[in-house]
C-alpha cells in the first residue's frame, strides 16, 4: 500500500505561481513513477506530468510544457509541480498518483490505468 497526500493547491490570479506537494509513505520501494493528473469541473481527468522515482524522466501534457516544472525530494518522499504562468484553464482538482514497479511495462505511463495509488485531489483556481 502507498498513501499520498496532496497540498499546496489555492486561487491565484492569471500568470501566478503555484507549487503543489505530494508526500508518498507506505511502499516507497515499490514505486517506479509519479504523475499529476487534473480534472476540471464537467471533463474527463487529464495527465499532467510525469517523473520516474530516479527523476531520470520526466514528461509533460503539451499544455503545460514550459509552465510546469515537476520534480522530487526523495529523502522526504515528496513530489513537486512547480506551476508558473498560470491561466484560467489550468482550474481544476490536481491529483497525484503513484505507478508501481510491476506496471512499468503494462500500459503507458500517461495513462490512468498505469497508477495504482492516488491522493485526495488539491483544488486550483486561477482566476482572470
Known amino acids: 500500500q502507498v498513501q499520498l497526500v496532496e497540498s499546496g493547491g489555492g486561487l491565484v490570479q492569471a500568470g501566478g505561481s503555484l507549487r503543489l506537494s505530494c508526500a508518498a509513505s507506505g511502499r516507497i520501494s515499490s514505486i517506479y513513477g509519479m504523475g499529476w493528473f487534473r480534472q476540471a469541473p464537467g471533463k474527463e481527468r487529464e495527465f499532467v506530468a510525469r517523473i520516474t522515482w530516479s527523476g531520470s524522466t520526466t514528461d509533460y501534457a503539451d499544455s503545460v510544457k514550459g509552465r510546469f516544472t515537476i520534480s522530487r525530494d526523495n529523502a522526504k518522499n515528496t513530489v513537486y509541480l512547480q506551476m508558473n504562468s498560470l491561466k484560467p484553464e489550468d482550474t481544476a482538482v490536481y491529483y497525484c498518483?503513484?505507478?508501481?514497479?510491476?506496471?512499468?511495462?503494462?500500459?503507458?505511463?500517461?495513462?490512468?490505468?498505469?497508477?495504482?495509488?492516488w491522493g485526495q485531489g488539491t483544488q486550483v483556481t486561477v482566476s482572470s
Open positions: 498518483a503513484a505507478q508501481m514497479i510491476s506496471r512499468q511495462y503494462t500500459t503507458p505511463p500517461r495513462w490512468m490505468s498505469s497508477y495504482d495509488y
